[in-house]
């Protein structure tokens, strides 16, 4: 069983920045798919950034050149560092990692409150 912890989440200015952990257990994170999510009240839950077995890395557009998705194997980790935030990055941000040969297992985190001000 994938255990997700998300960490790093706060209250932060436009233009400020945060870094969110996602810290895997149960089974390497280099085996995983693994991404971040965000859902603010009232929309649906959407792609931020995700990171492939082999290292693919895919971003909404909404957030290219503001935010970067990495993974430290050692750790069994991955990260998301925000730049240039901006009050409609505002949302609960989830970790997601699909396991198993076909990835065809889904595991989320609790999710992380990221609140930006104007």
């Known amino acids: 069983q994938v255990q997700l912890v998300e960490s790093g989440g706060g209250l932060v200015q436009a233009g400020g920045s945060l870094r969110l952990s996602c810290a895997a257990s149960g089974t390497s994170s280099v085996s995983m798919t693994m991404g971040w999510y965000r859902q603010a009240p009232g929309k649906q839950r959407e792609l931020v950034a995700r990171?492939?077995?082999?290292?693919?890395?895919t971003y909404a557009d909404s957030v290219k050149g503001r935010f970067t998705i990495s993974r430290d194997n050692a750790k069994n980790t991955i990260y998301l560092q925000m730049n240039n935030l901006k009050p409609e990055d505002t949302a609960v941000y989830y970790c997601?990692?699909?396991?198993?040969?076909?990835?065809?297992?889904?595991?989320w985190g609790q999710g992380t409150q990221v609140t930006v001000s104007s």
């Open positions: 990171i492939t077995r082999a290292g693919i890395l």
């Open positions: 997601k990692a699909n396991a198993g040969i076909y990835l065809t297992y889904e595991y």
